[in-house]
């Protein structure tokens, strides 16, 4: 099982209301691991939402661990600044570092926890080389950029393979995480297919009690977990 045999889940903010964001995460703080925070620069995806500024507001007040999921050009550049923000985790993307096995270790010496995350697109062949330096591995399943997409379910081989690689590689176990289109009615698929941590935006905000989507989603991902 993942890094302590845990299920985790990090709900997204990108969904929730900008406006009122500390509450917004105090909603979901007592039932959930990390709060999941998307950075995007309208460049390496056609959206935007924080600045370096308001991100470190949001590491401040938040009462949860940040997980932050960079979409920016130069993660190479930017990503140490967040591992240094505070971050618990800073997860960069593969298809934008020019020197992924340097942002790793500049992610770790500043403090981080650090994850590469990879669009559908992208096979897992792509960055089996770092898997034993990475601390988690976010298998996106709907193209970044905005919440509310469906689920790809294409996307669940590449979690069944990372699933098995990370079960045979050595050392603390990498987090397998799963972002995008993650609800009470997707979870279980990409459970059984051998994610441990998963990201839900839309499926929590939009309803009336986000914790206890948090606390549904929790239970049917532990019930159908995939060694
Ligand atoms: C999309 C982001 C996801 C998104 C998830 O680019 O990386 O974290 O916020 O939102 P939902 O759960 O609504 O797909
Ligand atoms: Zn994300």
New binding site residues.
Partial sequence: MGSDGRILINP?I??ANFDDLENEISKVSAVSDAI?L?IMDNKF?PNFTFDFKRAIEIIEFSKLPIDA?L?IEDPDTIAPKYAQSGCKSVSFHFEAAKNCRQTIADIKSNGAKVGIAIKPATPLSAIEEFIDEIDMLVV?T?E??????TFMSDQMLKVSQARSKINSSKGEPVILQV????SLSTIAEAALAGANCF?????VYKDANPAQIVTKLRELAKNSFNI
Avoid: K, R, T, W
């Fill in positions: 997204s990108l969904n999941h998307d995806v999921h979409m996106m709907v970044p950029g905005f919440g509310g997409q972002d995008g289109g993650i990201v839900a935006g839309s499926a």
